[in-house]
């Protein structure tokens, strides 16, 4: 392969990561009981973050540009959040291109990316007998908390 600079070979290399996490979701995601997508998804993440810490900081950091971006990274990134609207849509019972399925899917992946941000930049400290899937189901709870609470709030304005 032969690259014109060194951000062509990087948005190659980003596209690739991209790529990769679609083809793992999509794998992952047929196998999958409905109640598990998202939970499961949460933890491919992780998983795909830890084997991956470099090329997930180059997918999702400063160093290629959106404006700039060739449309072959643009196609791949579209890629694998398709394969996570894919699950949302299957989870809500939803058509594919609905607002609620964009927004849930864009929820999920904001949430799963900042605790997989802090995870890898160990910002969030895991104790070693803290699994991967405790972490996703104690701050899954916590979000469950704070949107009840929150219910609660409303319901009495």
Same mark, same amino acid.
């Given at each position: ?6 951000? /062509?070979?990087?948005? $190659? ?9 679609? $083809? %793992? ?14 939970? $499961? &998804?949460?933890?491919? @993440?992780? /998983? &795909?973050?830890?084997?991956?810490? +470099? =090329?997930?900081?180059?997918? &999702?950091?400063?160093?290629?540009? %959106? ?8 196609? +791949? !990134?579209?890629? +694998? ?7 949302? +849509? /299957? ?9 609620? %399925? ?8 904001? @949430? ?5 941000? =802090? =995870?890898?930049?160990? %910002?969030?400290?895991?104790? #070693? ?8 189901? !104690?701050? #899954?709870?916590?979000?469950? #908390?704070? &949107? ?10």
């Amino acid at each position: 392969m032969n690259f014109k600079n060194r951000a /062509d070979l990087l948005a $190659e290399l980003a596209g690739q990561g991209f790529n990769e996490l679609a $083809e %793992v979701l999509e794998q992952k995601n047929s196998n999958l009981p409905m109640e598990d997508k998202i939970r $499961e &998804f949460c933890l491919i @993440y992780i /998983d &795909f973050t830890r084997r991956n810490p +470099a =090329l997930f900081q180059l997918m &999702f950091g400063p160093e290629i540009a %959106v404006e700039k971006m060739p449309s072959h990274l643009l196609k +791949a !990134r579209d890629s +694998a959040f398709n394969k996570l609207e894919s699950m949302v +849509a /299957d989870l809500l019972k939803q058509p594919l291109d609905s607002p609620e %399925v964009r927004s849930a899917a864009l929820a999920s992946w904001s @949430y799963i990316h900042g605790l997989t941000a =802090l =995870l890898i930049h160990q %910002v969030l400290q895991q104790p #070693l007998k803290v699994s991967d899937q405790d972490i996703v189901e !104690r701050t #899954l709870a916590g979000l469950e #908390l704070l &949107f009840k609470a929150q219910a609660t709030v409303n319901q009495h304005l």
